[in-house]
């Protein structure tokens, strides 16, 4: 047997934070070279007049704690703080043919980015270029191209005012072409909501986790992804709350839990069970998961209304506010519990006990995150979390109702401000009047549908507003083939990362200001703004000496480029609208009014202001009228997660240690595994009928229904506490494998926790760091 290094042994589970939460920061910063105690810099974030943490979208409370702050938001925070530098003469020293062998954790650590950078063929080095001359290249090239082979990708840690910019350069330019991040992560609600609700966001505040009687978390890691939120978890959890956990794995921060913020806990080691109940379902099976708690609830109230007894549905609920319900009662009265039992890998009992937890509580939550919206039919699994919260009214009521928890800490409000590729028309409208031009009304790509363009060969221009698009993408090697028949990418980031590396005919790499950096413009300090996951929006003001004198924030940016580009389609101020970003706002106002009334004083509410949210007062937006009980009268999952079927169900996760695609390091504390991310999680069984020990080494081969092979190889096998027919490896090492066809079905969000594969052992062992790289080391299959 080879090497079990990785194994996580059984006795290695301590408590999620605790001391090693704070070391783990801690030593993010020193490797940036921040100095920890008194940090002015962590005791700013997500407080007013402070800057919001860039990490993820659990929102800021109206009383800040003195450090509201995780382990995982300073160590984003020290990632752009660093004191390392990718200048030019890095550039001068590097071909990009070489930076494209180093992994992802090494090109971003090379620090910030510090001038605007052009490609040279010639010499396949970039070189600096001034912004003047960098802006007007690539002006002047996109004013000649055909608008609609021109794709404005937005990444979620965009400001609103950035976004909505961006938004209004790509339909001066004459597209809707705005492939985003959301396409791949939340989008599955953005679409799938709004059929059952009216609307595409969660309709729960703070306060209603305040009054909460019971939460489910279905498909989320918020110890790893929202940390923040553990600290709701602990004090819920200490009050007697029952939480009820959906997730193949035993995620740690589900588990237990040691506030870092509680002397008591950090000086005593004592930690909070958080989870009153887990249940390791199979990926996938979240639809009859919800549905089998659906049909306990539905007969149970069968019964009481034949003896007599108090209802357990929301009768006069269903009757006054939903659609659907008799035909989705039948449907669950008539489930077996065979088949549900066979789809989701948990009991009959399990389901009853979570439908009994579910009854008994007056004012239930539900989260979730993308164990659902990366699926097949993830959005089918959410709408059958909504029909459970249906059923007894757990809607538009307080301490109840949907909680999508997001990824990216702008993401939504990006959507907000008109990042859609299907824009509607009173929207247009409004744009049209504001901005004095016909803004274009053929929808463009999403994510997924770029990508099918880019194989194509229909893309002459890729601008990237943030983060690394030819990483996160599904389909990633033959997509990124292609990357080089485009006639020009741009992208601003902050670090350096692979999407720069992928160059089209020309290329260009612009540095931003990052959220912590003091943004000042012609009429003084900036303040920027973003909407977290509870709709609430508010202000961010950076405080940091920038990085570098020749940083730009993104509204400067993309005012530069539409000066270049577009000055002469529309009468547009952009100095004036960069000198002061109350001037965006105004605008924004002006196109949402409904939305942003008196922006400009709102922007600093402790705790921002809420955008309106019809389902939270029971107003339901939908064609009915009424919140509608829909379902696919459809058992057998599309993803196909039942066992037998030769194949396994790959969960592409982020280990404690990434954000995203920025890699912090090769460890994952929570789960055991130390300076490796080429691991596989294996169940037992499915390893023993595979001949494979701890150790082995194998290859992924997808089992794609359209023909072509698509594998990757070089990972390590762990054993793992997982339901058998499901597995887990790291993003986006493994994206190589996901067919772009393999996704959800109403809003094409890949589906990424449920790829179909086949794994093959390999014969020879490699050395334990193999770098994070999409392809291993090539090995032999074993025969
Ligand atoms: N530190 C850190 N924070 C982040 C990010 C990061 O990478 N690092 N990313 C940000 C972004 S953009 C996003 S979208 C969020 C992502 O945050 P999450 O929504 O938590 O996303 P993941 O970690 O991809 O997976 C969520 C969980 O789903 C479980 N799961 C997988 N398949 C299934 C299934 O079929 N059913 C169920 N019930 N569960 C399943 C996995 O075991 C995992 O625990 O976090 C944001 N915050
Ligand atoms: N297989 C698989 N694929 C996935 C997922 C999965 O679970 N499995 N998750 C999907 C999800 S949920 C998402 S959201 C996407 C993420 O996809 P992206 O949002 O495209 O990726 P990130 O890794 O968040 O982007 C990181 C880069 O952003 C840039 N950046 C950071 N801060 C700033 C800033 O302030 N301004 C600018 N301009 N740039 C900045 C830096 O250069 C950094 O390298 O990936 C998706 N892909
Ligand atoms: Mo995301």
Redesign the pocket.
């Known amino acids: 047997m080879a090497s079990d290094k990785n194994r996580k042994s059984d006795h290695d589970d301590h408590a999620a934070g605790g001391w090693g939460a704070v070391n783990a920061a801690e030593k993010q910063l020193s490797r940036q070279k921040i100095l920890m105690k008194g940090n002015k810099l962590l005791l700013s974030m997500n407080k007013p007049g402070g800057f919001d943490c860039p ?3 659990w929102p800021d409370p109206k009383k800040p704690k003195l450090a509201e702050y995780c382990e ?1 938001g300073a ?1 984003a925070v020290a990632w752009e703080a660093t004191k390392k530098r990718t200048g030019p003469d890095f550039f001068a020293e590097h071909t990009v043919t070489e930076l494209l062998t180093w992994s992802d954790f090494e090109l971003e650590d090379q620090g910030r980015l510090t001038h605007p950078m052009g490609y040279n063929a010639e010499t396949d080095k970039y070189e600096a270029v001034d912004w003047h001359t960098a802006l007007s290249e690539i002006g002047t090239f996109v004013r000649e191209q055909d608008r609609k082979r021109v794709e404005l990708y937005t990444s ?1 840690r965009t400001s609103n005012e950035a976004a909505f910019l961006w938004q209004l350069y790509g339909r001066l330019i004459g597209t809707n072409n705005f492939p985003d ?1 959301s396409n791949m ?2 989008e599955t609600t953005t679409v799938a909501l709004p059929e059952s609700i009216g609307i595409g966001k969660g309709t729960v505040t703070l306060d209603d986790w305040e009054h909460c009687d019971a939460l489910f978390i ?5 110890g ?3 940390p923040r939120m553990l600290s709701y978890l602990h004090e819920m959890a200490m009050k007697g709350v029952p939480i009820v956990s ?4 035993k ?1 740690r921060g589900l588990v237990r839990f040691t506030d870092p913020q509680s002397p008591r806990e950090m000086l005593t080691g004592k930690a909070q069970q958080i989870s009153s109940n887990y249940f390791q ?6 639809i009859l998961a919800m549905q089998g708690i659906c049909k306990v609830v539905v007969e149970a109230d069968d019964a009481a209304k034949a003896a007599g007894r108090e209802r357990v549905l929301d009768v006069d609920f269903i009757a006054e506010h939903t659609h659907g319900f008799e035909a989705f009662a039948d449907y669950v009265r008539n489930l077996s519990w065979a088949d549900i039992e066979l789809y989701t890998a948990l009991t009959r009992e399990q389901i009853e006990q979570a439908g009994e937890i579910y009854m008994k509580a007056n004012n239930v939550i539900c989260c979730w ?4 919206t ?2 097949r039919r993830g959005g089918d699994a959410l709408q059958q979390i909504i029909n459970m919260l249906l059923l007894r009214g757990n809607m538009g009521k307080p301490g109840a109702g949907a909680c999508p ?4 800490s702008n ?1 939504q409000g990006d959507r907000t401000v008109g990042i859609y590729q299907k824009p509607k028309e009173p929207f247009l409208q409004k744009m049209d009047e504001v901005f004095g031009f016909e803004n274009p009304r053929e929808w463009g790509h999403d994510t997924a549908e770029c990508c099918e363009a880019i194989l194509r060969g229909d893309v002459d221009v890729f601008l990237g507003m943030g983060g690394n698009f030819f990483r996160a993408i599904p389909d990633l090697d033959r997509v990124t083939a292609k990357v080089k028949d485009i006639g020009l990418t741009m992208h601003v980031g902050t670090k350096l990362n692979r999407s720069h590396l992928l160059t089209g005919k020309r290329a260009y790499i612009l540095p931003a200001l990052g959220r912590t950096e003091l943004d000042e413009q012609e009429c003084g300090k900036q303040t920027i703004t973003v909407e977290d996951s509870f709709s609430m929006v508010h202000g961010s003001t950076g405080m940091l000496k920038p990085a570098s004198e020749h940083l730009r924030s993104e509204p400067w940016i993309i005012a530069g480029l539409a000066k270049e580009t577009v000055a002469d389609r529309a009468p547009i101020d952009w100095d004036g609208l960069v000198a002061d970003y109350d001037r965006i706002r105004d605008k924004m106002e002006e196109v949402f009014p409904d939305l942003f009334e008196n922006f400009n004083e709102r922007l600093m509410v402790p705790g921002g202001f809420r955008l309106p949210n019809g389902a939270s007062e029971r107003v339901w937006n939908t064609p009915t009228g009424k919140a509608n009980f829909l379902f696919t009268p459809n058992i057998k999952d599309s993803d196909d997660a039942v066992p037998d079927s030769g194949h396994l169900q790959l ?1 592409t ?2 280990s ?1 240690d ?3 695609t920025t890699v912090y390091s090769l460890n994952d504390r929570y789960r055991g595994i130390k300076d490796d991310r080429m691991v596989v999680f294996m169940n037992e069984r499915d390893m023993e009928e595979r001949g494979l020990s701890e150790g082995d080494m194998i290859a992924f081969e997808a089992a794609a229904d359209d023909g072509i092979e698509r594998r990757v190889s070089g990972f390590k096998v762990v054993r793992y506490d997982l339901p058998q027919g499901c597995c ?1 490896a790291y ?1 986006p090492e493994t994206n190589p494998l996901l067919a772009l066809s393999h996704r959800d079905e109403r809003s094409n969000t890949p589906a990424s ?2 790829v179909p594969v086949k794994v093959v052992a390999l014969t020879q062992a490699t050395p334990a760091n193999t770098v994070s790289e999409g392809a291993g080391p090539e090995l032999v299959p074993a025969e």
């Not at 379902?281 to 979240?286: A, F, M, N, V």
């Not at 995150?369 to 659902?372: L, S």
Request: glycine letters at 16%; hydrophobic letters at 25%.
């Open positions: 990490s993820c979208a995982n160590k979620g991040c992560c939340h279905i498909g989320q890691n918020p790893t992804n929202s959906f997730n193949p794995l995620e379902l199979r990926t996938g099976g979240d995150g993308m164990g659902i990366q699926h928890i997001r990824g990216h993401v969960m996760l982020r404690h990434q954000f995203n887990g993003y926790k449920s």
